[in-house]
């Protein structure tokens, strides 16, 4: 088993794309980002994804992370919807736990002693 920390994968963000060239659209951005997860990312791999999934189409973006494989966890962002900062954002929790393992605001992971 492999442990992963990623962010920012803006899943269907029309607007992140001007700061992510060479992509021009959500779906080659979508695309890139699920054929490296599947090359790189084993079934029993923990990933950590630390926020910001989407903006706007967040249940499609759950969709597709649900369909990649490891176990994953979220700690949330301020586009994320579940996120505190969003309005009712805590109305939104549930749906997350459906791809991730754990739902959280914040996380400490101890890395050889450090």
């Keep these: 088993m492999t442990i992963f920390i990623t962010s920012d994968h803006h ?12 992509f021009s659209t959500v779906e080659e951005q979508t695309d890139t980002i699920v054929r490296n997860w599947k090359k790189l990312i084993q079934p029993d791999d923990t990933v950590y994804l630390l926020g910001d999934i ?21 700690v949330v962002g301020n586009h994320d ?8 954002g805590h109305n939104y929790v549930r749906p997350y ?18």
Excluded at 58 to 71: C, Q, T
Excluded at 81 to 88: E, G, K
Aim: net charge positive; proline share 8%.
């Design 81 to 88: 919807r579940c996120s505190p900062a969003m309005p009712n």
């Design 11 to 22: 899943f269907l963000h029309k607007g992140i794309l001007k700061h992510r060239p060479p």
């Design 97 to 114: 736990y459906a791809v991730f393992e754990s739902v959280v605001q914040s996380l400490a992971i101890n890395h050889k002693g450090m």
């Design 54 to 74: 989407s903006m706007g189409a967040w249940r499609e973006a759950l969709v597709i992370i649900g369909a990649l494989p490891g176990v994953k966890n979220l």
